[in-house]
Nanobody, 122 residues
Framework: QVQLVESGGGLVQAGGSLTISCAAS????????IGWFRQAPGKEREFVAG????????YYANSVKGRFTISRDNAKNTVYLQMNSLKPEDTAVYYC???????????????WGQGTQVTVSS
C-alpha cells in the first residue's frame, strides 16, 4: 500500500538540467528499492536509474550514465533524479516505482507513480 508521487517535470532546453522527485507514503517507505523508468511516444517503458534501500548501490542505463544521478533521502521518504546535460531524446514521461526484486527489471516492481513529463527542446 505504498503510494508514489512524482514531481518536478517540465520544459528545459538541451544542455540544461532538471531534478525530479519521487515522494513515498503508506505502510512502508525505506525498505524497498526505487527505480526510475521513462516512456517516450512509440516506445516501451525503459529503465533509467535505480537505488537500493540504503543507497549503497546505484544503477544507470548506458544512455544516461555520467549525466544523471539518483539519490534518496530516507528521512523525507523521497528519491531524486538529477538530470544534467539533457538531450532532446531524453523527452519522456518519467515514472518511479518501488520493489524488492532486481532493480533494473521493470516487472519486479510492485507500485508505480503516475509519472511526470520531461520535455527537452533543441
Amino acid at each position: 500500500q505504498v503510494q508514489l508521487v512524482e514531481s518536478g517535470g517540465g520544459l528545459v532546453q538541451a544542455g540544461g538540467s532538471l531534478t525530479i522527485s519521487c515522494a513515498a507514503s503508506g505502510r512502508t517507505s525505506n525498505t524497498y528499492s526505487i527505480g526510475w523508468f521513462r516512456q517516450a511516444p512509440g516506445k516501451e517503458r525503459e529503465f533509467v536509474a535505480g537505488i537500493s534501500p540504503s543507497a549503497s548501490r546505484t544503477y544507470y542505463a548506458n544512455s544516461v550514465k555520467g549525466r544523471f544521478t539518483i539519490s534518496r533521502d530516507n528521512a523525507k521518504n523521497t528519491v531524486y533524479l538529477q538530470m544534467n546535460s539533457l538531450k532532446p531524446e531524453d523527452t519522456a514521461v518519467y515514472y518511479c516505482a518501488a520493489g524488492y526484486g532486481t532493480i533494473t527489471v521493470k516487472y519486479e516492481y510492485d507500485r508505480w507513480g503516475q509519472g511526470t513529463q520531461v520535455t527537452v527542446s533543441s
